[in-house]
């Protein structure tokens, strides 16, 4: 698939779609953190998780997570289900056996999906989008906050000391803690998102969709159920290109904390 990108539309192919994560980032994220900040406020003030131990910390951080993330879906789905449309634009010409000529660009592809499946058809993945955005941001956000606990932040906000069996400066500490949390809440979640993308990828090729149950199995043991794939192979495929998300995971929840509670 890259050789036919590269020498289709040459380095430019890859990064077909760009724009639509890079205008959508900001506000998902500057409206993920608020709602967040206010479903947490809001527990407080109720005295619901509110004990200064890790278990309510990480509770009341979830549950503002999985608030924010179920907001956040509703708006993010149909942007990120044209950047699918864009980015395997290759994939969903082949298995409608057409030959691209030149690439529909963003707006394109928007009215193209509008033109076949309506306004609606720009929420084909909602669930599974919805599933995927809530659970991971209730996992992203209560990992976050449950390290910075661990870590030594007091209720009030305020670093104390780091404990002796990680004595990193405290400067370090959100970017340790951004970093961690973004790389396992999206490793675990990481499968579902695969699932997402292959549903929404088939809904947009236009072929017969298969039940998320089915499209699982079939990534996990192959489409051949008298002559399954090996379990191993199976997560392997589930968990294909998560090196790179892990990477850039990394930097950009690591500097997103630490510009974040500067």
């Not at 020498?7 to 890079?22: K, N, Q, S, T, Y």
């Not at 606990?149 to 340790?176: A, D, Y």
């Not at 191993?232 to 998560?242: F, H």
């Given at each position: 698939?890259?050789?036919?990108?590269?020498?289709?539309?040459?380095?430019?192919?890859?990064?077909?779609?760009?724009?639509?994560?890079?205008?959508?980032?900001?506000?998902?994220?500057?409206?993920?953190?608020?709602?967040?900040?206010?479903?947490?406020?809001?527990?407080?003030?109720?005295?619901?998780?509110?004990?200064?131990?890790?278990?309510?910390?990480?509770l009341a951080a979830g549950v503002g997570g999985a608030a924010?993330g179920a907001v956040i879906s509703v708006g993010s789905t149909?942007?990120?289900?044209?950047?699918?449309?864009?980015?395997?634009?290759?994939?969903?010409?082949?298995?409608?056996?057409?030959?691209?000529?030149?690439?529909?660009?963003?707006?394109?592809?928007?009215?193209?999906?509008?033109?076949?499946?309506?306004?609606?058809?720009?929420?084909?993945?909602?669930?599974?989008?919805?599933?995927?955005?809530?659970?991971?941001?209730?996992?992203?956000?209560?990992?976050?906050?449950?390290?910075?606990?661990?870590?030594?932040?007091?209720?009030?906000?305020?670093q104390g000391e780091t404990p002796p069996w990680l004595p990193?400066?405290?400067?370090?500490?959100?970017?340790?803690?951004?970093?961690?949390?973004?790389?396992?809440?999206?490793?675990?979640?990481?499968?579902?998102?695969?699932?997402?993308?292959?549903?929404?990828?088939?809904?947009?090729?236009?072929?017969?969709?298969?039940?998320?149950?089915?499209?699982?199995?079939?990534?996990?043991?192959?489409?051949?159920?008298?002559?399954?794939?090996?379990?191993?192979?199976?997560?392997?495929?589930?968990?294909?290109?998560?090196?790179?998300?892990?990477?850039?995971?990394?930097?950009?929840?690591?500097?997103?904390?630490?510009?974040?509670?500067?």
């Amino acid at each position: 698939m890259a050789a036919i990108v590269y020498r289709e539309e040459g380095v430019a192919g890859f990064f077909r779609g760009i724009w639509i994560p890079l205008f959508t980032i900001s506000v998902v994220r500057a409206a993920s953190f608020s709602i967040y900040t206010d479903v947490k406020a809001l527990l407080h003030s109720d005295h619901i998780f509110e004990k200064p131990r890790v278990l309510d910390v990480a509770l009341a951080a979830g549950v503002g997570g999985a608030a924010s993330g179920a907001v956040i879906s509703v708006g993010s789905t149909p942007f990120e289900l044209v950047k699918v449309r864009r980015q395997l634009e290759y994939s969903i010409a082949a298995a409608k056996n057409v030959k691209i000529v030149k690439p529909p660009n963003t707006i394109e592809a928007v009215k193209e999906i509008v033109a076949s499946k309506g306004i609606l058809g720009l929420y084909q993945g909602f669930k599974l989008h919805f599933w995927r955005d809530m659970s991971g941001s209730a996992l992203y956000f209560g990992e976050y906050e449950a390290m910075r606990h661990m870590l030594g932040r007091r209720p009030s906000g305020e670093q104390g000391e780091t404990p002796p069996w990680l004595p990193i400066p405290p400067p370090l500490i959100p970017f340790v803690c951004g970093s961690l949390a973004g790389v396992t809440s999206w490793a675990l979640i990481y499968p579902l998102d695969v699932v997402k993308t292959k549903v929404q990828q088939r809904a947009l090729a236009g072929v017969p969709p298969r039940g998320t149950w089915e499209t699982f199995t079939r990534l996990l043991r192959g489409p051949d159920p008298s002559n399954p794939r090996p379990i191993i192979q199976g997560v392997a495929r589930l968990y294909q290109g998560l090196g790179v998300s892990a990477a850039r995971s990394v930097l950009t929840h690591g500097f997103l904390w630490t510009v974040y509670e500067w």
